[in-house]
């Protein structure tokens, strides 16, 4: 059976979907991997398939969902943004909102509190299953070994570094306030607070940096989100040495090799916790909580003043260790313990049913050509704001780094041997057996 499965943020979503595909081929299932805009494509051209959706948009969302529905596909939904939310459960609740399990044929949910939060929205319990997410679980140290090569490549670059990931893509996006009020707006009422707040982050971090840059004698690395605009920093760190501006790759990686993770209220804090280090946040002190994501902070040291926050890191020159017990919140809201790949996988088999082959016809690889060319055009001619947000966002989608995914994951398993990608364009791959 087919599976269609895209990818939008290359840095979190590429280690776990290459996996995840390579576990479905391995049990008969024929994988397409690719941007949203080739897979939309295969989701009108194919009958039969099951969909990954990775995340429902009021309004938005159920023009793909007929579509599915009208070529008897089946829909699957593991949302990326499934696990952090503001403190009145806004997010979540339009996430995984009636409309969407109206549509759905099994939910993959974080954890038991989200379960808890959305379980009015149900309408059949047996859509449901709580899983955890497979990029939290590729953090256990048993798969440290997908990220040891990079590691070691940004430690020899950057030797001794503090990380600081920010997450101010609502006050500092490539496409400008303008685009963030009319796009976020309608799912947002106080998208304007949001925005202002995200500003005031900016300057928060503007000076921490500033003065950390004098104090501290290693390097200070700047992972943006990637729908920020990375020239503010660029512009704003121009002329200090220590202070680099750098978006590549995952950030666990980046993690595993830095000495410090600094971040305002970021998933990424998350992340950071389970590799086993503890992350540092940094918010400017009057800041609402209600505009916020909680779970990070939970996560975290937390600092408001600057000079505190610089100050500990003088005086605690590494990460504190991650204690389990000390974060009863991991498994409430991200099902630590589960193993979340091979729960996944089993859904599928369970949803698998029979399929038309894969059309293979002269008009279908006209159409993919056809796409390509389209595709290329928004950027080169219209030059189209969400061509270059999308391909910012796909930085690392490659034929290569998939196939060093691919190389890495069969040198622990050897029975992954049996499973083959090719590649159909640079962004659209197939995995199967």
């Given at each position: 059976m087919n599976v269609l499965i895209p990818i939008e943020t290359s840095s979190r979503e590429l280690l776990y979907k290459v996996y995840l595909c390579q576990l479905l081929a391995k049990k008969g299932f024929k994988c397409y991997l690719g941007n949203k805009y080739y897979i939309y494509h295969l989701a009108n051209n194919l009958k039969g398939y099951i969909y990954l959706d990775k995340g429902y948009h009021k309004g938005q969302s159920e023009l793909l969902y007929r579509k599915i529905k009208k070529n008897n596909g089946i829909i699957i939904n593991l949302d990326e943004e499934g696990g952090i939310d503001f403190a009145d459960g806004s997010t979540l609740n339009g996430r995984y909102s009636k409309s969407l399990f109206d549509f759905v044929d099994l939910t993959f949910l974080w954890g038991e509190a989200q379960y808890k939060l959305i379980s009015k929205n149900l309408n059949k319990k047996s859509k449901v299953e709580v899983v955890g997410h497979p990029r939290f679980e590729l953090l256990n140290n048993k798969f440290h070994y997908l990220y040891q090569k990079e590691v070691d490549q940004i430690k020899n670059k950057y030797q001794d570094f503090i990380l600081i990931n920010t997450n101010m893509s609502w006050g500092n996006n490539i496409r400008g306030d303008v685009f963030v009020a009319k796009n976020y707006g309608t799912r947002f009422k106080c998208i304007d607070q949001i925005i202002t707040l995200d500003k005031k982050k900016l300057e928060a971090y503007c000076s921490l940096v500033l003065k950390l840059s004098k104090k501290y004698k290693g390097n200070i690395i700047i992972r943006p989100h990637p729908e920020e605009d990375n020239s503010y920093y660029l512009n704003a760190f121009k002329d200090i040495k220590n202070v680099k501006v750098v978006y590549?790759?995952?950030?666990?990686?980046?993690?595993?090799?830095?000495?410090?993770?600094?971040?305002?209220?970021?998933?990424?804090?998350?992340?950071?916790?389970?590799?086993?280090?503890?992350?540092?946040?940094?918010?400017?002190?009057?800041?609402?909580?209600?505009?916020?994501?909680?779970?990070?902070?939970?996560?975290?040291?937390?600092?408001?003043?600057?000079?505190?926050?610089?100050?500990?890191?003088?005086?605690?020159?590494?990460?504190?260790?991650?204690?389990?017990?000390?974060?009863?919140?991991?498994?409430?809201?991200?099902?630590?313990?589960?193993?979340?790949?091979?729960?996944?996988?089993?859904?599928?088999?369970?949803?698998?049913?029979?399929?038309?082959?894969?059309?293979?016809?002269?008009?279908?690889?006209?159409?993919?050509?056809?796409?390509?060319?389209?595709?290329?055009?928004?950027?080169?001619?219209?030059?189209?704001?969400?061509?270059?947000?999308?391909?910012?966002?796909?930085?690392?989608?490659?034929?290569?780094?998939?196939?060093?995914?691919h190389n890495l994951i069969n040198s622990k398993d050897s029975k992954m041997n049996e499973v083959n990608f090719k590649s159909l364009n640079k962004q659209l791959y197939v995995f199967s057996k």
């Open positions: 590549e790759g995952s950030v666990v990686p980046w993690i595993l090799a830095s000495n410090n993770m600094i971040h305002p209220d970021c998933t990424t804090a998350i992340e950071c916790l389970f590799t086993g280090k503890v992350p540092l946040s940094y918010l400017p002190a009057d800041y609402p909580a209600d505009l916020v994501t909680e779970l990070p902070l939970e996560a975290s040291k937390c600092f408001t003043n600057e000079n505190k926050l610089i100050s500990y890191i003088s005086e605690n020159k590494d990460f504190i260790k991650f204690k389990k017990e000390n974060y009863l919140f991991a498994e409430e809201y991200f099902s630590f313990s589960k193993s979340s790949m091979k729960i996944i996988v089993d859904g599928f088999c369970n949803l698998k049913d029979n399929s038309p082959k894969f059309s293979s016809n002269k008009s279908f690889y006209t159409g993919l050509l056809l796409r390509r060319c389209s595709y290329i055009l928004r950027g080169l001619i219209m030059k189209d704001e969400s061509y270059k947000l999308s391909e910012n966002k796909l930085k690392g989608f490659t034929e290569n780094n998939i196939q060093q995914i």
